[in-house]
């Protein structure tokens, strides 16, 4: 089956305690990115990757990391998670850009305190 | 710069109502357009896209036309069901200067039967 998937699906953290969403897509995708969904804003690009090794600011990176080092894998890092970053967090994928659609994973819901 | 408004919600209709959910947009270039749909717990699904002027997208009953001159994109449907209950968010894709897309913050629609 097609899919986006993401782990964990809902994790509760301390302030500045390192933690990395993985996110993996089985469509062999090109195009990778993480959005945070906060009430009232809607989805906001963190980062986005346009293929292996390649890596761009979204509209919202500070605090994140990425990286992209395998096709398939996109795993989004907080080196020191603080409470602004509580959010639900959903990573996407794409076969390419513009015109393709973006499918979403689940979700992870973190909480940071 | 780049940004997407929607109507606020939430909207509340009755079983067959007629739909209108509104969404303007401002970007350099020629944006691809999309409605995506979130039913409660799930992540995101594509509704439908448009990707050049006066283009038409329709998926489900639901219709939205690419208007360059009014930089809009309103979300349309004829007779709304109780199953049409969901977050609906009207977004686009940057194609020249970088890939950023941009979401709205999301319209929530409650169908009554």
């Known amino acids: 089956e097609a899919q986006v998937t993401q782990n964990p699906r809902y994790l509760i953290t301390v302030t500045g305690k390192k933690l990395t969403v993985t996110c993996s897509q089985n469509m062999n995708h090109e195009y990778m990115s993480w959005y945070r969904q906060d009430p009232g804003l809607g989805l906001r690009q963190i980062y986005y990757?346009?293929?292996?090794?390649?890596?761009d600011k979204g509209d919202v990176p500070e605090g994140y990391k990425v990286s992209r080092k395998e096709k398939r894998n996109f795993p989004l890092i907080l080196e020191s998670p603080s409470p602004n970053q509580t959010s639900l967090y959903f990573c996407a994928s794409s076969l390419s850009l513009g015109s393709n659609e973006q499918y979403f994973g689940p979700g992870t819901r973190l909480t940071v305190t | 710069g780049n940004s997407v408004t929607q109507m606020e919600g939430p909207v509340t209709l009755s079983e067959e109502a007629f739909l209108t959910i509104n969404c303007t947009y401002t970007?350099?270039?020629?944006?691809?357009l999309f409605w995506y749909v979130q039913y409660p717990g799930e992540g995101l699904q594509l509704l439908l896209k448009?990707?050049?002027?006066?283009d038409k997208g329709s998926n489900k009953g639901f219709e939205a036309t690419y208007r360059k001159e009014t930089t809009s994109f309103h979300l349309e449907k004829g007779s709304v069901q109780v199953s049409d209950s969901a977050v609906y968010f009207c977004a686009l894709i940057r194609n020249t200067g970088g890939f950023k897309t941009i979401f709205g913050a999301g319209t929530r629609l409650f169908v009554k039967a």
């Open positions: 448009a990707t050049k002027a006066d």
């Open positions: 970007a350099t270039g020629y944006p691809s």
């Open positions: 990757s346009m293929n292996v090794e390649v890596t």
